[in-house]
């Protein structure tokens, strides 16, 4: 019944007078409530086969340009690809939790051993499946290198396509799956077919299909890595944005790799979508959807996505957004374009970003800053390239609305720009150790690439243990996990017998700030702040009131310092005074019955 009412409401929407008045550059697959779409005729448009190539794709094939087949139409068209060209294969490296093949698309001359003098791209789309403009722009250049005038890219570089990384997602399609975004007409689901959203889960590595990726990439070892998205938000001219840690003069756990993107890359990049007609722009995001013109963020820095992993692990990454409101047949195009530069780019320029990466992976900060959060003030103001838009007052919100009008503002705006600072520092350890009764991390560990020893009978060490101080349960779950946050935690010299299996993780590893991030507690990207150690949160025994209260006198009794900061605490806080429950656990705390591993994080430093 819903479905139905809503139909209606768009048909009544698309045959309003004003509505078809207020919408000139629309297009009749458009959802009628959406703004309308900036006049748009890229010279990329050439790159649409003609209807005789045999190659063509299903979305070059459609008049609209508005349509990107599923996962076996997709399969069958690179196994004909793969069969009929020696440069394409396809292999397969996971597998969903529905059962369907998670698999890469490799061209080049190298045949099944890449030569490792090229330098890789590796190119991921559909991490979110409505977003889906990486999967059809790449089969058009694959096809253009195999049988086109595009061979000459994989003389120095090597492509690796993954067209569909959330394939379950990809098959629950519907016309309903992305109302913010023009195209294409039927669209995958933003989570995985366990409602996991994979764009979050590039540290803790929760998801098979991460876990499948993670694998890949270790294998692969790619010179660059795009992933590739599409934006939601506010109406702008850009049509291809992009971005990376480190941009804007902004932190990065890889500097030189950020230098060289921010230096070599971007500006090369922008060149070659300019000349196709495409508008390239900086990746940000509107800090107030009611006032277009209040700011720009930069969206976070965190590990949890591509861009921040990447930056940790020492992978230049970019992840691109494509604007949601442009038209499909745009947004496939500047993908293409987007992979072809690329390519180009780091066949040119081999020899420094090899050298930045060895740089950046050289690194071994003392200190490694974590839990980003947006600066309240502004690091600079940014000239934009905005869209003329009017308020309007909305019966249904109760207040005035944002309405897009689809005409490119000649003035440019200039907007504060806030970008991100640390909201901690972490103290980097010599090293690890990890219980083995956590072999689920372990193995997360290891999936990661983090080169470790593994005891292979029971070790006595001294190490550092955490115990950790008020932490807090979140109200509701996230990503399947009910998260927790600890601010501060007492550190604690133990002797501790680690049992066989157990790992000890040095730091002194280029991916010692991945070690840290996910098992320093305070770190909001760390196992604990995804809720995998509730263990540690179950206290074990307690005491009576009727054993604990003589107890507390004869303690007091004994020691008149403890008696002393006890009445100081009576006095000073009114609350504690009127809980005889409290007053009594504050005693039960302190003698040698109370549980001494309750919050005591089972994780080890070494230094």
């Known amino acids: 019944m819903r479905t139905v009412l809503i139909l209606t409401a768009l048909a009544v929407l698309a045959s309003s007078p004003a509505m078809s008045q207020s919408r000139p550059n629309t297009a009749p697959w458009d959802l009628p409530f959406l703004p309308p779409a900036l006049e748009w005729d890229g010279a990329s448009r ?46 397969q490296f996971g597998v969903s939790p529905e059962g369907r093949p998670i698999y890469a698309v490799i061209a080049s001359r190298d045949g099944p051993t890449l030569d490792p003098s090229k330098p890789v791209l590796l190119a991921q789309a559909g991490i979110h499946p409505g977003e889906i403009d990486g ?18 890219l994989l003389d120095r ?95 990065s756990r ?71 409101l442009k038209p499909y047949e745009q947004r496939v195009l ?8 690329s390519l180009r780019l780091i066949a040119d320029n081999v020899t420094p970003l090899r050298a930045a990466i060895a740089a950046d992976r050289a690194l071994r900060p003392a200190e490694v800053l974590a839990n980003f959060e947006s600066d309240p003030v502004p690091h600079q103001t940014r000239a934009f390239k905005g869209v003329i838009y009017e308020t309007w007052d909305s019966p249904a919100s109760g207040r005035q609305e944002v309405r897009w009008l689809g005409r490119p503002d000649p003035e440019l705006w200039q907007l504060p720009y806030y970008g991100s600072r640390p909201g901690i520092r972490l103290h980097r350890p010599t090293a690890y150790w990890v219980p083995a009764y956590r072999s689920d991390l372990i193995e997360r560990l290891r999936i990661h690439g983090l080169t470790m020893e593994t ?37 604690e010299r133990r002797d501790w017998t680690f049992a066989p299996g157990s790992i000890r993780v040095p730091t002194d590893q280029p991916l010692g700030d991945i070690a840290v991030l996910l ?19 179950s206290r074990v025994e ?66």
Request: proline fraction near 8%.
């Open 46 to 91: 050439a790159l649409i086969a003609e209807a005789s190539n045999p190659w063509i794709t299903d979305f070059e094939r459609d008049p609209a340009h508005d349509f990107s087949p599923n996962c076996a139409a997709t399969r069958a068209w690179f196994d004909r690809l793969d069969a009929a060209s020696d440069l394409i294969r396809i292999e």
């Open 135 to 152: 999967k059809d722009a790449g089969m058009m250049l694959l096809r253009d290198i195999a049988f086109g005038s595009k061979g000459d």
């Open 157 to 251: 570089a090597n492509l690796v396509l993954i067209p569909i990384l959330s394939v379950d997602g990809h098959e629950r399609a519907s016309p309903y799956s992305r109302p913010n975004q023009r195209g294409p007409r039927i669209q995958g689901w933003r989570n995985t077919g366990t409602n996991q959203n994979l764009n979050r889960d590039f540290l803790k590595l929760d998801q098979p299909e991460m876990q499948a990726l993670r694998r890949f990439i270790n294998g692969l070892k790619p010179d660059l890595y795009l992933d590739i998205h599409v934006t939601d938000g506010m109406d702008y001219q850009y049509d291809v944005t992009y971005g990376f840690n480190g941009e804007f003069d902004a932190f």
């Open 254 to 324: 890889s500097p030189s790799s950020a230098r060289w993107l921010d230096t070599v890359f971007k500006p090369a990049m922008n060149a070659a979508l300019e000349d196709q007609g495409h508008v390239p722009g900086p990746l940000v995001f509107g800090i107030d959807d009611q006032n277009p013109r209040a700011g720009l963020n930069d969206g976070g820095l965190g590990e949890r996505f591509s861009n921040g992993w990447g930056d940790a692990a020492h992978v230049p990454t970019i992840l691109i957004e494509n604007h949601s």
């Open 334 to 341: 500047g993908t293409y374009v987007f992979l072809e530069a």
């Open 455 to 491: 005891l292979a009978a029971p070790r006595t060490v001294s190490v550092e243990m955490l115990h950790l101080d008020n932490p807090i349960l979140a109200p509701r779950p996230n990503e399947g996990h009910i998260q927790a946050t600890v601010t501060e935690v007492t550190p």
């Open 519 to 537: 098992l320093e507690p305070q770190s909001g990207e760390s196992f604990f702040a995804w809720g995998l150690f509730p263990e540690i949160l």
């Open 542 to 607: 307690y005491i009576e009131g009727y054993a604990i209260a003589p107890l507390a006198e004869a303690m007091m009794a004994a020691d008149p310092a403890l008696k002393a900061e006890f009445e100081a605490k009576v006095a000073a806080e009114p609350a504690f005074a009127a809980n005889g429950d409290a007053r009594l656990a504050w005693f039960y705390e302190r003698t040698p019955f109370y549980d001494d591993r309750y919050r005591l994080y089972p994780v080890g430093r070494e230094d």
